[in-house]
């Protein structure tokens, strides 16, 4: 017998795929503690502003992300005015 094979694609991160990504967010956050604190505004702290991102689709279900964003600098440290 033949498993069928799940089909995963990975694509640029859309609003729409932010209520998605906040159910995602909660069950990492259940099972494992991240993020330690739940965050007040979830969206945000999935699309932070200035970051490229991308989603993981499973058979069509967003089931995760990948999210590159730039750091932000504490007031006062090196580089900063």
Do not use: K, N
């Amino acid at each position: 017998m033949t498993l069928p094979t799940p089909t995963v694609t990975v694509r640029e991160r859309r609003p729409a795929d932010l209520p998605a990504l906040e159910e995602v967010l909660l069950a990492v956050h259940q099972q494992s503690g991240y993020p330690a604190s739940w965050p007040q505004e979830p969206a945000a702290f999935i699309a932070p502003p200035g970051g490229d991102a991308w989603v993981a689709e499973l058979d069509g279900a967003v089931v995760g992300q990948a999210c590159c964003a730039v750091p932000r600098t504490a007031p006062g440290a090196a580089g900063t005015t």
